[in-house]
């Protein structure tokens, strides 16, 4: 059964600095993986996504990358700023005839002004 | 823009009641789901449906029902909510690759 891992489970970083979350599954034969973003009390916004074929996604100063093999993906964020602060979540499409998501239970990224 | 609407955002129930929550995409997606969060258990599927009229149970379909008569319409029903049904529900369609959620209900059963 697949699990997905994030960790760490908060993190708080000053304005300005780049920053690295980190998303880790168990199970290697993935078909995609989505991170999304979490304002508290509040729906998922989807951020990226990347195919298994794929290495990496960018969208503005978001970059995400994949290595299946090590079964590990990685959000980069780049000069933070405080409307950056969210939950971040990973989650893994196992198969392209599977319906479920295996969520993550995010990071909670504090960025402090 | 996709956009994926929930009826409420916020409900508050009594321990027995009947609850709908509606949930409506306009994206014409085939696939749709229901989840519910809970702080330090995450994201769990409750339910989902691939097509109209056709649902799937997910991991956790005990006290839940749902229903597709439309493809744009997935409604979670709590045939009699309880208060450990206490939670923030949210729906989620998709086609192809990319999944969208909703804004969220947040559920509370007193």
């Known amino acids: 059964k697949q699990e997905v891992t994030q960790i760490p489970a908060a993190l708080s970083v000053p304005e300005g600095e780049n920053l690295v979350l980190n998303c880790s599954f168990t199970d290697s034969a993935i078909y995609n993986l989505q991170w999304f973003r979490q304002d508290p009390g509040k729906g998922l916004t989807s951020l990226l996504l990347i195919q298994s074929s794929q290495r990496e996604q960018t969208s503005g100063r978001l970059n995400a990358s994949l290595d299946k093999s090590s079964g590990r993906s990685t959000l980069y964020i780049a000069a933070s700023q405080p409307g950056d602060s969210a939950t971040y979540l990973c989650?893994?499409?196992?198969?392209?005839?599977?319906?479920?998501?295996?969520f993550g239970k995010g990071t909670k990224l504090s960025v402090i002004p | 823009d996709v956009k994926v609407t929930q009826s409420s955002r916020y409900l508050v129930k009594r321990t027995g009641e009947k609850v709908f929550l509606e949930c409506v995409q306009d994206m014409d997606h085939e696939n749709m789901f229901w989840y519910r969060q809970d702080p330090g258990l995450g994201l769990r599927l409750i339910y989902f449906?691939?097509?109209?009229?056709?649902?799937e149970k997910g991991d956790i379909p005990e006290g839940y029902s749902v229903s597709r008569e439309k493809k744009e319409r997935f409604s979670l029903i709590l045939e009699s909510a309880s208060t450990n049904q206490t939670s923030m529900y949210l729906c989620?369609?998709?086609?192809?690759?990319?999944?969208?959620f909703g804004p969220g209900t947040r559920l509370t059963v007193t």
């Open positions: 449906s691939y097509d109209v009229k056709m649902k």
């Open positions: 989620a369609s998709r086609t192809g690759y990319e999944q969208y």
């Open positions: 989650a893994v499409r196992s198969g392209a005839g599977s319906y479920q998501l295996t």
